[in-house]
């Protein structure tokens, strides 16, 4: 079945370290996003790709990194940057065009500890 | 600048009755979609409809219905006969930008009592 799967499905770390959370689909859809939730908040957009070898910053990128080498992975690492990591990450893909819905993982509920 | 808003921020209501959600869409764009997604307690987030701008008409889908009045920038969405299977926060998502990124309203969290 076709879908985006996320892993881990919880994440513990340490302060001070980089951990990288994992995205993969095989939709063949070319644009990705990583967004991040809070509790009792919306989602917000970290980063995003629509092709290949080319990302772009979203409304919260700070403290984060992503890369996109392959079409169907697009990984997302916390860095000790980030002032404030625990939260609840989200990985969508889509079809190109703005008529086009997003398809989600299950997401990776990450803790600081 | 686009902006979307959904002021509830939480609704509960008994089981059975109906309830609509609401969803205010800011742009200056002329052409337009928007969509809803249910995201449940497990997290994931699920699909639900998308509309376009130049499709004024309600939808109905079994329980679900959406109305959209592009004069007032509104795209609401009404569950009828509720069950406590539709707690969840429902988020509504308008296009993004011209770079295509989609974004998302702060959503509304919904309460379905036994």
């Known amino acids: 079945d076709g879908g985006i799967t996320q892993s881990p499905k919880y994440l513990f770390r340490k302060e001070g370290q980089n951990v990288t959370l994992s995205c993969e689909q095989n939709l063949n859809h070319d644009a990705m996003y990583w967004y991040r939730q809070d509790p009792g908040q919306g989602l917000r957009l970290i980063y995003y790709?629509?092709?290949?070898?080319?990302?772009q910053k979203g409304d919260i990128a700070e403290g984060y990194s992503v890369s996109r080498e392959k079409k169907e992975s697009f990984p997302l690492t916390v860095t000790s940057a980030q002032k404030n990591p625990t939260a609840f990450y989200l990985c969508a893909s889509s079809r190109q065009g703005r008529g086009t819905e997003a398809f989600f993982g299950q997401g990776t509920r990450l803790t600081v500890v | 600048a686009q902006k979307v808003t959904q002021a509830q921020t939480e609704i509960s209501v008994v089981e059975k009755e109906d309830v609509t959600l609401d969803c205010v869409y800011e742009?200056?764009?002329?052409?337009?979609?928007l969509f809803w997604y249910k995201q449940p307690p497990s997290g994931e987030l699920v699909f639900l409809i998308r509309?376009?701008?130049?499709?004024?008409q309600n939808e109905i889908s079994g329980r679900y219905s959406w109305n959209f009045q592009k004069s007032t920038s509104s795209f609401n969405f009404t569950i009828t006969a509720s069950q406590v299977v539709d707690s969840a926060v429902y988020f509504c998502?308008?296009?993004?930008?011209?770079?295509?990124?989609?974004?998302f309203g702060k959503g509304t969290r919904l309460h379905i009592l036994p």
């Open positions: 790709s629509q092709i290949v070898n080319d990302f």
């Open positions: 742009t200056r764009d002329t052409t337009y979609y």
């Open positions: 998502a308008p296009p993004g930008g011209r770079d295509d990124k989609i974004i």
């Open positions: 509309r376009n701008s130049f499709d004024e």
